[in-house]
Nanobody, 120 residues
Framework: QVQLVESGGGLVQAGGSLRLSCAASGSPNAMGWSRQAPGKPRELVAAISSMGITYYANSVKGRFTISRDNAKNTLYLRMNSLKSDDTAVYYC?????????????????WGQGTQVTVSS
């Protein structure tokens, strides 16, 4: 069993930056960040394999950076050049096995989420 706890969300002005963290217990394999804005489906925005291979959705490519510290069992998401469209609840996710998935249903474990609000 894997438990995930996100932190680092908040209110930021457009063009600003935030870094999200996700503390994991257990032995997560591939991990990812997804987000859900009001009235929209949850989307996976970034993922990383246990070996550090990364994936980004087109909407965040070049602005967001996913990384992980396996020694600390912590996942990060650095978000730069934030836009109002990035406003959402951001969720950390993990898979039991296999490389990263690019769909939310690829993931077995989820955190409770952290709110990110970008003001224009």
């Amino acid at each position: 069993q894997v438990q995930l706890v996100e932190s680092g969300g908040g209110l930021v002005q457009a063009g600003g930056s935030l870094r999200l963290s996700c503390a994991a217990s257990g032995s997560p394999n591939a991990m990812g960040w997804s987000r859900q804005a009001p009235g929209k489906p949850r989307e996976l925005v970034a993922a990383i394999s246990s070996m550090g291979i990364t994936y980004y959705a087109n909407s965040v490519k070049g602005r967001f950076t996913i990384s992980r510290d396996n020694a600390k069992n912590t996942l990060y998401l650095r978000m730069n050049s934030l836009k109002s469209d990035d406003t959402a609840v951001y969720y950390c996710a993990a898979r039991r096995a296999g490389s990263y998935g690019t769909r939310t249903y690829d993931y077995d474990f989820w955190g409770q989420g952290t709110q990110v609000t970008v003001s224009s």
